[in-house]
């Protein structure tokens, strides 16, 4: 029987020398789940340390359901040869130390030693991956979406130019029937709001034309600042910070200013008891280092314009979706949806990009990020 340990724990010993040196979080266990051998890249994966682990059962590292039942889908296999992880592998969820859960590959594989089978479990956590794959989904979702709206805008722009050139004409042989020309009137008015929405719209496709021009982005919050406090009214307090030693770029200034006071009534109209709007501008260098900050943002010099608030904030699944145009959570007959989605058109046609933070009742920051000028720096 001591000879049968003592090969037991030379074997666990070789086991975790080579285990240690590999990338793949591994764990052994035996046939009633308990943890024989825990090597470093499961410590980081799981947030354990080996001695935390080792003589306790595995289904520690499971979220419910499947920590109460996996037992029982160990009993079934060893009774039955039937399995749904061991020899096959598949994608579950794990659980954390600190109690958080995640997506991660798991195979399963038995390995008998010392006389007796236990199995070994690799383990490699795919939040990364899942992260990107959304990522790239909701990208062509809104590649395709605005190639879709930029067509149909591009085209019904071209039809309301022609209406509008007939009305003009129109109007001018009506003078002497004022009942035929408040008709008129009314026809251009329409026609007229109907082209701002196309170009809204092509704004989203990245297909307006845009007048860039060398901008001081801290000269202009600065002028911009006092017609936000007049237009958001007493309740909301607005802060400035960052507005010096900026990187010039070169924008189409009336769109950034647009932009501002969009993102300005959104924050006021999710502050309806009050609260702060701040605007904060910082010099960023995105250096295509893995980072959350920067998953979106193409390596390079940019000058950030992050507009936040401390209003309601948006749940993940509204907040994946503001981008699209005609989403809106506001009541009927209080918003087209096309706010943000031409922001995101503007900031996209300018070579940058825009990024969404919410959370439900903290609030809202919204960053708009431009590419520095290549010359002319400040």
């Known amino acids: 029987m001591e000879n049968l340990?003592?090969?037991?724990?030379?074997?666990?010993?070789?086991?975790?020398?080579?285990?240690?040196?590999?990338?793949?979080?591994?764990?052994?266990?035996?046939?009633?789940?308990?943890?024989l051998a825990f090597n470093?890249?499961?410590?980081?994966?799981?947030?354990?340390?080996?001695?935390?682990?080792?003589?306790?059962?595995?289904?520690?590292?499971?979220?419910?359901?499947?920590?109460?039942?996996?037992?029982?889908?160990?009993?079934?296999?060893?009774?039955?040869?039937?399995?749904?992880?061991?020899?096959?592998?598949?994608?579950?969820?794990?659980?954390?130390?600190?109690?958080?859960?995640?997506?991660?590959?798991?195979?399963?594989?038995?390995?008998?030693?010392?006389?007796?089978?236990?199995?070994?479990?690799?383990?490699?956590?795919?939040?990364?991956?899942?992260?990107?794959?959304?990522?790239?989904?909701?990208?062509?979702k809104m590649e395709a979406v605005g190639q879709l709206t930029g067509g149909i805008a591009h085209d019904f722009n071209n039809l309301l130019a022609i209406l509008m050139m007939d009305l003009e004409i129109l109007e001018g042989l009506t003078r002497n029937s004022p009942e035929a020309a408040e008709l008129v009137a009314e026809a251009l008015e329409v026609t007229r709001t109907s082209a701002d929405l196309t170009q809204r719209l092509l704004a989203f496709s990245r297909r307006q034309s845009l007048m860039p021009a060398h901008l001081d982005i801290g000269e202009m919050v600065t002028s911009t600042t006092?017609?936000?406090?007049?237009?958001?009214?007493?309740?909301?307090?607005?802060?400035?910070?960052?507005?010096?030693?900026?990187?010039?770029?070169?924008?189409?200034?009336?769109?950034?200013?647009?932009?501002?006071?969009?993102?300005?009534?959104?924050?006021?109209?999710?502050?309806?008891?009050?609260?702060?709007?701040?605007?904060?501008?910082?010099?960023?260098?995105?250096?295509?280092?893995?980072?959350?900050?920067?998953?979106?943002?193409e390596p390079g010099d940019y000058v950030r314009v992050s507009v936040s608030d401390t209003g309601t904030g948006m749940p993940p699944e509204i907040a994946s979706r503001v981008l699209e145009p005609f989403f809106t959570t506001k009541e009927g007959g209080h918003g087209t949806g096309l706010g943000l989605s031409m922001i995101y058109g503007f900031t996209r046609?300018?070579?940058?990009?825009?990024?969404?933070?919410?959370?439900?009742?903290?609030?809202?920051?919204?960053?708009?990020y431009f590419p520095r000028e290549a010359s002319g720096d400040a």
């Open 5 to 35: 340990y003592t090969e037991r724990e030379a074997h666990l010993a070789q086991f975790n020398l080579l285990m240690d040196h590999c990338v793949d979080a591994m764990i052994i266990t035996e046939t009633d789940g308990v943890i």
């Open 40 to 140: 470093r890249a499961a410590e980081q994966v799981f947030g354990f340390a080996a001695d935390e682990v080792i003589g306790r059962n595995v289904s520690m590292l499971m979220p419910e359901p499947d920590r109460s039942q996996h037992d029982s889908y160990i009993r079934h296999y060893l009774e039955t040869g039937e399995a749904k992880i061991i020899g096959i592998g598949r994608e579950v969820i794990g659980a954390r130390k600190d109690g958080t859960t995640f997506p991660m590959d798991l195979s399963v594989g038995e390995l008998p030693f010392a006389g007796e089978p236990h199995f070994v479990g690799v383990v490699r956590d795919i939040t990364e991956r899942r992260t990107f794959e959304r990522q790239l989904l909701q990208a062509s």
């Open 226 to 297: 006092e017609i936000l406090r007049r237009t958001l009214g007493e309740k909301i307090e607005v802060r400035t910070s960052g507005l010096d030693g900026l990187w010039n770029v070169s924008l189409d200034r009336a769109q950034l200013e647009n932009a501002l006071l969009n993102l300005s009534i959104n924050a006021r109209d999710a502050m309806p008891d009050g609260g702060t709007l701040t605007i904060d501008c910082s010099n960023v260098v995105v250096d295509g280092v893995d980072s959350p900050s920067f998953e979106e943002i």
């Open 349 to 368: 046609q300018s070579g940058g990009n825009l990024t969404i933070y919410s959370e439900v009742g903290q609030g809202t920051t919204v960053n708009l």
